[in-house]
Structure formats: structure tokens, C-alpha cells
């Protein structure tokens, strides 16, 4: 079992930076694959960054690429997502996720188990 809790979301101006943590209990957090989602309203859920269990192997959607960074520290058993230039559209919610079911990065949703409670962000233009 893996409990994850983000934090870090708010309100910022557009072009502004934030940066969004995840913290998982469990210490076998450096066996699983972690992955950020955003959900807007009336959207799908949707992978933004994922991250492999070391920590060398990073995914990003085309549409934050250059933009967001993901990175994990497996002694800390945090997974970080820095967001700089943000724009409108990256207003959602966002999750950090977790899953062992694979052995590579993934995006899906359902192929992750584990799900924090979300953090808002609010873009303002």
C-alpha cells in the first residue's frame, strides 16, 4: 500500500512558476513508476509527466514539454513537478500517482493504483 499526499498548488500569474510535491508512505516507494495528472473541468484525466523508478527515465506531454519538470528522491520518497511558464490552460487539478504494475514508464490512467487527493492550480491571465 502506498498513501500519497501533494502539495504545492495555488494561485499564480501567468508566465509564473510552481512547484508541486508528492510524499508517499510505504517504503517500497523506489519500486514504483509515478506519474503526474491534471484533470480540468469537463476533461479526462490526463498523464503530464511520468517518471520510471530510478529516476533516469522521464515522459512528458507535448504540451508542458520545456515547461515542466518531473524528478523523484527515492530516499525522501517525494516525487517534485516544476512548472515554469505556466499558461491558463495548465489550470486543473493535479495527481500524482503511483503504480508497480509496469516495468516501464506508463501513462495510463488505469494502469496506476495509487492516487493522492489532487492539489489546485490557477492560472490567472
Known amino acids: 500500500q502506498v498513501q500519497l499526499v501533494e502539495s504545492g498548488g495555488g494561485l499564480v500569474q501567468a508566465g509564473g512558476s510552481l512547484r508541486l510535491s508528492c510524499i508517499a508512505s510505504?517504503?517500497?516507494?523506489?519500486?514504483?513508476?509515478m506519474g503526474w495528472f491534471r484533470q480540468a473541468p469537463g476533461k479526462e484525466r490526463a498523464c503530464v509527466a511520468a517518471?520510471?523508478?530510478?529516476?533516469?527515465?522521464?515522459w512528458y506531454a507535448d504540451s508542458v514539454k520545456g515547461r515542466f519538470t518531473i524528478s523523484r528522491d527515492n530516499a525522501k520518497n517525494t516525487v517534485d513537478l516544476q512548472m515554469n511558464s505556466l499558461k491558463s490552460e495548465d489550470s486543473a487539478v493535479y495527481y500524482c500517482?503511483?503504480?508497480?504494475?509496469?516495468?516501464?514508464?506508463?501513462?495510463?490512467?488505469?494502469?496506476?493504483?495509487?492516487w493522492g487527493q489532487g492539489t489546485q492550480v490557477t492560472v490567472s491571465s
Open positions: 500517482a503511483a503504480t508497480s504494475r509496469t516495468s516501464t514508464i506508463t501513462t495510463s490512467t488505469w494502469r496506476y493504483d495509487y
Open positions: 510505504g517504503r517500497t516507494f523506489s519500486t514504483y513508476n
Open positions: 517518471i520510471n523508478w530510478s529516476g533516469d527515465g522521464t
